[in-house]
C-alpha cells in the first residue's frame, strides 16, 4: 500500500510537469532576461541650431548618453559607463549648436538629506554634474549637484548645490576638477534654484524660496548684479524668458496663510532640532506640496491652503510679465477662483508673441496661449483640442509651432500632432497601432524626433517628417535573443464596475490556449495612480517593464490583465477626480472586483487562480484584494505598497477603512512582499506593519528587502531578482 501511494504520487508529480510544460510548448517560450534585453530610452533633446538630438539610454542597468545628427542619424553613444550600479542619469541638456551635452549622474537627497547609494558603496552616494561632447572631447565630471541649466552658447553650465546657484565652465578633457569655485555664484538668502539662461548667455533668472514668498531674481553676469522683478509677498516661480531676452514670464500665487507659515515653522523646528537638512539640493518645495503620500499620506500643511489664499478679485494664479532691466511688472492674466482648471502646471513657454501653458477645461488637459502683451478681456485659446490628454510637447526653433503626443483619437494609445503656437487647426502627424511621444523638433524643421513602441517593439527613437508620415526607428537594433516575434498583442476591453463606471484594460491571452482549457491568470495594477497602460509599451521606466512581464506571463501560459482603474490618467479630469477614491473610501476597488469577476466568468480561466501583482499604488491594490478579497484572489505579489492611509488607526475612520490593514482579518491567500529600505515614496514602515500583523495571523508572506535602494529599484539586477522571485511564486501558488 505504502508503495502504491508512492507510485500514485510520483505520477502526480509527472501530470504537474506534463501540464506546465505543455503552456509553452505551442508557443516559443523565453526568458524575463531576453524580454528586458532591450535598451530603454528616455529624455530625448534637440538643439536649436544644429538637426542633432540626444538621449538617454538604460540597457541591463547600463545607463548611458547617445547622440544622432542629420542626415543619417546613426545613434554614437558618447559615454562609457559600464556598470549596473544604480546611478540614475536625469536633467539632459544640449547646446544650442548641439556640440556639448551636460546631465546629472546620481539620484538626489531623501528627507533625511542622504543621497541615494543603491549599490551600498562604503564611501555614500553622490550627485554629480557631467558634461560631454557630441563630436569631440571627453566625458568629464564637473562637480557635484544638481539641477543643470547648459548656456546656449555650450560654455558654461550652472547648477544647484545647497540650495544656492554655482558655475562651471564646461571641460571637455576627461580629467574631473578644473576652475569650479567653491563659492556659490550667487549667494542669497533662501533656497535659490531653477536658474534659466537669457537667449544671449549674459543673465540668469531664477527663483529664490523664501519659505513664506519666493522671488524672481535675475542675475547679470557682465554687472555682477542682482535684480529683483517685482517683489511682493507672493509665490513666484517657474520664470520664462522672451525670445529677445527683454523680458521674463512668471506664475505669481498667494504667498502662505498664517496656517501654512505655522506648518512650515514647526516643521523646521523639528527638522533643526534633529540636525538634518529639508533641502533635496534644489527649490525647496513650497509648503502645501510637501510630505505627501511619501510618507503615508501624512501631510505638513495643507495644500488646500493655495485656494484659500486668494489675491483680490477672487482667483488664486497669475502671470505676470517683467521688464528685465528695471524689475517693473505687470499682470497679463488672472486665473478666477472657482475655476480649478490650471492644477499643479508649474511652467510655461514663451514663443514668438505668446505664452503657452497647460489647463484642464472641458474634462482634459490642454496646451493654451494667450498674447505676451496681455489684455483686459484675453482668454487663453486652446492649441490642442479634442477628447483626449494632451501630454509632451516639442517646440519649434522659430517658436511657430508646437509639436505634442495625444490619445485624442486613439484613448489607449499616443500619437504626434501639430498646430501653430498662435492658434489654428491642428494636424495629425503619425497614427497607426504605434505609440509616439515625446517629440522634439529637429533645428531645420523638417522632421521631428520621437520615441516609438507598439504592441511588440519595445520602446525606441525615431524620426518623424514634420508634415506627417511613418516614424522611422533609428535606435541601435534589438538584441538578437529578445522574443519579438513571441509576444502577443493585448486586447482593448471595456469594463462596467458596480457603480456603474466604465474602465479600459488590457488583455493578454496566451497563444496556446485550446478549446475548454482553463488557465491560471494574473492582473496586473499600476501604481501612480495618475498613470495609464497603453496598448503596447509604456514610456515609462518600470511601466515599460510591467508590459515585458505581462508578455512573459502570457508565454508562460497565463491569462494577463493590465487595470486602468479610476484615479489613473488618460481619461479625462472626471475619470482622475473620481469621488471617493483612495483615502476617501477606495472607490477604485470597485474595478479591481469587476476586472477579477470578468476573468472568473471566462471559459479559458480557473476562477480560483487568480494573482495579482503590482508596485507602488499597484501594491496598494494588490494588498485591498487580497485583505478583502483572498476568496476571489489566490495570490499576490506586492511590490513597496501602502497599506495604511494616514497615520490613524481609528476603526471608524474613513482613510483607515479605506486601507488594506482595515480588513486584515480575511486575508488567507500567499503573500510576496519586495521593497528598499531607502524608499522616497512610500514609507519603509508600511511593510514593516504589514509584516508583523500577517505573523499574528500566521498568513503565508515571503519577503525581499533592499537595503539603501530606492522606491522605483535604481539597480537593474534587483529587477531580474523581483521578477524571478514573483515567477517562481505564482508559479508555486497559481499553476501548482
Known amino acids: 500500500m505504502k508503495s502504491h501511494r508512492f507510485a500514485m504520487a510520483g505520477l502526480a508529480v509527472v501530470v504537474v510537469v506534463l501540464l506546465s510544460a505543455s503552456f509553452a510548448s505551442a508557443q516559443k517560450s523565453f526568458t524575463i532576461e531576453q524580454v528586458l534585453s532591450y535598451a530603454f530610452p528616455s529624455e530625448l533633446v534637440s538643439a536649436k541650431k544644429a538637426d542633432r538630438i540626444a538621449w538617454f539610454e538604460a540597457e541591463r542597468g547600463l545607463r548611458n548618453v547617445y547622440t544622432a545628427a542629420a542626415p543619417n542619424f546613426k545613434p554614437v553613444c558618447v559615454t562609457d559607463f559600464k556598470q549596473d550600479d544604480g546611478k540614475e542619469l536625469t536633467g539632459l541638456r544640449i547646446s544650442d549648436d548641439g556640440s556639448v551635452i551636460v546631465f546629472v549622474r546620481g539620484q538626489g537627497t531623501n528627507r533625511e538629506g542622504w543621497i541615494a547609494n543603491p549599490s551600498s558603496e562604503p564611501s555614500g552616494g553622490h550627485q554629480e554634474i557631467w558634461a560631454a561632447g557630441t563630436r569631440r572631447g571627453k566625458p568629464t565630471k564637473l562637480a557635484d549637484g544638481t539641477g543643470p541649466a547648459l548656456s546656449p552658447n555650450g560654455k558654461w553650465v550652472l547648477f544647484v548645490r545647497d540650495g544656492q546657484i554655482y558655475e562651471a565652465p564646461v571641460n571637455l578633457t576627461g580629467k574631473p576638477g578644473g576652475a569650479v569655485s567653491d563659492e556659490p555664484l550667487i549667494k542669497a538668502w533662501g533656497r535659490n534654484g531653477g536658474p534659466r539662461w537669457s537667449p544671449d548667455s549674459r543673465k540668469v533668472a531664477f527663483v529664490s524660496n523664501r519659505q513664506d514668498h519666493s522671488l524672481i531674481a535675475v542675475y547679470d553676469h557682465e554687472k555682477r548684479q542682482l535684480t529683483y522683478l517685482s517683489p511682493s509677498t507672493d509665490r513666484d516661480t517657474s520664470p520664462t524668458w522672451s525670445p529677445d531676452g527683454k523680458q521674463i514670464a512668471f506664475i505669481r500665487r498667494p504667498g502662505a496663510t498664517f496656517a501654512q507659515a505655522a506648518a512650515t515653522a514647526q516643521q523646521q523646528a523639528a527638522v533643526q532640532g534633529r540636525g538634518v537638512s529639508v533641502g533635496r539640493g534644489g527649490t525647496q518645495p513650497a509648503p502645501g506640496r510637501q510630505g505627501q503620500a511619501a510618507q503615508g499620506g501624512q501631510k505638513m500643511a495643507s495644500g488646500a491652503g493655495f485656494q484659500q489664499a486668494t489675491f483680490p478679485g477672487g482667483h488664486t494664479l497669475e502671470i505676470w510679465v517683467a521688464d528685465v532691466e528695471t524689475g517693473q511688472a505687470h499682470e497679463v492674466w488672472r486665473h478666477l477662483l472657482n475655476d480649478p482648471t490650471f492644477g499643479p502646471n508649474n511652467s510655461i513657454d514663451w514663443q514668438g508673441k505668446s505664452l503657452l501653458f497647460q489647463l484642464e477645461r ?200 493590465s487595470v486602468n482603474y479610476r484615479s489613473g490618467i488618460g481619461y479625462g479630469r472626471e475619470f482622475r477626480m473620481a469621488p471617493n477614491s483612495g483615502r476617501s473610501g477606495s472607490a477604485e476597488y470597485q474595478d479591481l472586483v469587476a476586472a477579477g469577476r470578468y476573468l472568473q466568468s471566462r471559459p479559458d ?132
Open 362 to 561: 472641458n474634462n482634459w488637459r490642454h496646451y493654451y496661449s494667450l498674447p505676451a502683451v496681455g489684455g483686459e478681456n484675453v482668454t487663453p485659446v486652446n492649441l490642442t483640442p479634442g477628447e483626449g490628454e494632451a501630454e509632451f510637447i516639442g517646440l519649434s526653433s522659430d517658436g511657430a509651432y508646437l509639436y505634442y503626443s495625444t490619445n485624442v483619437g486613439d484613448i489607449d494609445r499616443r500619437h504626434l500632432w501639430k498646430t501653430s503656437t498662435s492658434g489654428g487647426t491642428p494636424v495629425q502627424l503619425t497614427q497607426g497601432s504605434g505609440i509616439e511621444t515625446t517629440p522634439a523638433v529637429l533645428a531645420s524643421g523638417d522632421k521631428v524626433a520621437c520615441f516609438y513602441a507598439d504592441a511588440k517593439q519595445p520602446m525606441s527613437v525615431a524620426v518623424v517628417p514634420a508634415n506627417g508620415g511613418k516614424a522611422n526607428i533609428i535606435s541601435r537594433k534589438l538584441p538578437a535573443e529578445f522574443p519579438f516575434d513571441a509576444q502577443v498583442v493585448p486586447e482593448q476591453v471595456i469594463l462596467t464596475a458596480e457603480d456603474g463606471l466604465k474602465f479600459h484594460n488590457q488583455l493578454f491571452v496566451p497563444k496556446d490556449i485550446k478549446p475548454g482549457e482553463r488557465r491560471p491568470a494574473i492582473i496586473f495594477t499600476h501604481g501612480g495612480p495618475g498613470r495609464q497602460m497603453l496598448l503596447g509599451y509604456q514610456y515609462m521606466y518600470f511601466y515599460h517593464m510591467a508590459y515585458a512581464m505581462n508578455q512573459y506571463f502570457a508565454n508562460k501560459g497565463y491569462v494577463v490583465m
Open 605 to 736: 480561466v480557473d476562477p480560483k487562480r487568480i494573482g495579482l501583482y503590482g508596485l507602488s499604488y499597484g501594491g496598494l491594490m494588490t494588498a485591498m484584494g487580497l485583505s478583502r478579497n483572498s476568496d476571489m484572489f489566490a495570490a499576490g505579489v506586492d511590490i513597496a505598497g501602502v497599506h495604511l492611509w494616514g497615520n490613524s488607526l481609528d476603526l471608524e475612520n474613513t482613510a483607515f477603512k479605506a486601507s488594506s490593514i482595515s480588513t486584515i482579518d480575511k486575508w488567507t491567500s500567499p503573500v510576496l512582499l519586495v521593497q528598499g529600505d531607502d524608499d522616497r515614496n512610500v514609507a519603509f514602515w508600511q511593510t514593516v506593519g504589514l509584516v508583523n500583523l500577517l505573523r499574528v495571523r500566521n498568513v503565508h508572506y515571503e519577503l525581499m528587502v533592499f537595503p539603501d535602494e530606492v522606491h522605483d529599484f535604481l539597480v537593474f539586477q534587483r529587477w531580474l531578482k523581483t521578477f524571478n522571485a514573483a515567477d517562481d511564486f505564482f508559479a508555486r501558488f497559481l499553476k501548482k
